[in-house]
């Protein structure tokens, strides 16, 4: 009988002698000196390269991609690319933290309503190349203004770092998309001066041997240590008296298992305010998150463009990102309207079919049809058609619930004028919409002007999200690994929202509100006769994009060592896209 009972307890004693490398390293990492920080980037620069293009098919693969597909660049953007662009960023804000002179470059402005915006894209003569038209500003919270930038700025760099604290930081992986994980790490080693236990998702733990090996020098430095398991092994490190703190990127169901218990323990801890867990956590949860199209005078290749654009913010990754549109907001009395969405259903139905692979999802798509007798389903070939569901005003089901999966609520409001649209479209998504990470606008510029520039940044002031997508998607901010991910400030443990604090951000912003990130309207070539800077054809990461698998290896081995003579070859395959 013992001996049955002995093989029933798990063994953690690798968890323990991982913990225990960690806790004697902790200090040792805090004081490296920041030259040997920036040699630990490049050396994991020159690793990442060597495994990227595994990384990338392994992971295309899993997700069911064909062989060959140019699909595959999302794995590519969204993974190696992310962190080789993540690395060169932190490299640069510590090679100029004595001083903060990294913030020197950056362009300052005051908004309509009052806040210090800082520019953080474009901000190299490469991202005016390569990000061409794009434009990402960190709106500061009120009380930060020019003069306390810096004050306010990796602060955890201030002072000797002979001083410098640390702690030991469990990170919980996600399953979706590959870089979360490695940024995630950076944020906690290179911002914070922790050390990190990683546990990998059961849904992407194939990538832990690429991550192991392009992450050795951390792992080397016993400044981090990457395990894999399953809720055993989560729930083990959440309570472990080694781990200091908790960063979870997933559903909000999960953090608070974590934070409050299971079940019926959970519910009467959270009523009692008696949380189980006594220890910091910080998140990324997910969102209904909305795309509000305001009305205006679009033209049909205008109309062509942004459904490519909504396929895009729908069905990227195959609809398992925590940024997906989850909810089109359309002006009701809009002449265009159908014609938008007869565009959507087209580009749905014509693009690569991609498989639900991520587990539950026919059961999460199930449920969500079930409460939509009236929903429409754009067909998607050998792929599950994409669940389309009208909601009125008194359907909460669909404003509470994030679905994961390739589905999507329409809500229509009724008013004509564009900037009385907008307004209500922002109240309904502030005061209906669950969670606060992301939120997209598509709006003609001509439509912009009529409102007044100021009036509108005005009105978006009031758009209570981490980032605001201004013609274009929220994932580029995510991808543009400068600016700070996460939900927007003020949720608390008993009403978590979208999560506690902020990731990426390898400029260190200790105190950013939100991010605003603009795209030009028209892409190459519509653009020349309006004179506005431009996209090229067709964004890399556009589901549409017919190079993207191609632009994604190339982007990612300049991210490694950019190089004028590397840019031919992008720029042709861009125009081919």
């Known amino acids: 009988m013992n001996q049955i009972t002995t093989d029933l307890i798990p063994d953690h004693s690798a968890l323990d002698r991982d913990l225990d490398a960690l806790v ?50 999302e794995e590519w953007i969204s993974g ?8 060169n960023g932190l490299m640069q804000t510590i090679a100029g933290v004595e001083g903060k002179t990294f913030l020197d470059h950056l362009k300052k402005r005051q908004t309509a309503n009052g806040q210090l915006a800082v520019r953080v894209v474009p901000h190299t003569i490469w991202d005016h ?29 201030d002072g000797p770092a002979e001083a410098r604290e640390s702690g ?29 236990i990683l546990k990998m998702n059961p849904v992407n733990d194939y990538l832990t041997p690429y991550l192991e090996a392009a992450l050795q020098p951390l792992i080397e430095r016993d400044a981090l240590r990457i395990v894999r398991g399953g809720a055993d092994v989560g729930g083990y ?37 008696t949380p189980k867990l006594t220890k910091p956590i910080t998140s990324e949860l997910g969102a209904v998150c909305p795309t509000i199209v305001v009305p205006g005078d679009w033209s049909a290749a205008d109309l062509r463009f942004q459904a490519e654009h909504l396929a895009t913010q729908k069905l990227h990754n195959s609809g398992f990102n925590c940024v997906a549109c989850q909810m089109l907001i359309l002006p009701g009395q809009w002449p265009q309207k159908a014609a938008l969405m007869g565009h959507l259903r087209d580009v749905m139905q014509q693009v690569e079919a991609r498989q ?42 669909f404003t509470r619930n994030e679905v994961f999966a390739p589905a999507m609520s329409t809500h229509e409001i009724s008013e004509a004028n564009p900037e009385a649209y907008l307004i209500e479209a922002i109240r309904y998504a502030n005061d209906t919409l669950h969670g606060t990470l992301g939120a997209n606008i598509l709006i003609h510029p001509k439509t912009i002007r009529e409102i007044g520039k100021r009036r509108f940044e005005e009105i978006i002031s009031e758009l209570r999200y981490g980032t605001i997508a201004i013609n274009a998607w929220t994932g580029l901010a995510f991808l543009a690994t400068a600016c700070p991910w996460g939900a927007f400030p003020g949720h608390t443990l008993d009403d978590v929202g979208s999560g506690i604090g902020f990731a990426h951000n390898t400029f260190m912003f200790d105190r950013p509100q939100r991010v605003v990130v603009q795209a030009p309207w028209r892409p190459f070539p ?26 994604g290896r190339l982007l990612t081995r300049f991210q490694h060592s950019p190089g004028w003579l590397k840019l031919p070859r992008i720029f042709v395959n861009a125009l081919r896209g």
Request: aromatic fraction near 6%; include cysteine.
């Open 24 to 73: 004697t390293a902790k200090d040792t990492w805090a004081r490296t000196t920041n030259a040997e920080r920036i040699a630990v980037l490049e050396e994991i620069k020159d690793r990442l390269l060597a495994v990227a293009e595994g990384w990338a098919e392994t992971a295309a693969r899993h997700k069911l991609i064909a062989p060959g597909s140019p699909l595959a660049g």
């Open 80 to 87: 190696p690319y992310a962190v080789m662009a993540a690395c």
């Open 129 to 157: 190349l390569l990000l061409s038209g794009i434009n990402a500003e960190v709106w500061m919270e009120p009380e930060v203004t020019e003069g306390t930038l810096a004050a306010n700025t990796a602060t955890a760099y």
């Open 168 to 196: 030991v930081s469990l990170v919980l992986g996600a399953g979706n998309i590959a870089s979360i994980a490695p940024l995630d790490v950076f944020q906690k080693v290179f911002s914070e001066h922790k050390v990190v």
């Open 237 to 273: 490190l959440c309570t472990h008296k080694s781990v200091d703190e908790i960063h979870i990127t997933g559903a909000a169901a999960s953090h608070d298992v974590i934070v409050w218990g299971p079940g019926a323990e959970g519910a009467k801890n959270k009523k009692a305010g």
């Open 356 to 397: 639900a692979y991520y587990p539950g999802a026919a059961d999460r798509m199930a449920h969500f049809a079930s409460h939509a007798p009236d929903a429409e389903r754009f067909d998607r070939g050998a792929a599950p058609a994409c669940v389309v569901a009208p909601v009125g005003d008194g359907e909460s089901w």
């Open 526 to 551: 519509r653009n020349i006769l309006s004179g506005k800077a431009t996209l090229l054809p067709r964004p890399p990461w556009f589901v549409t994009n017919r190079r993207q698998h191609v632009l």
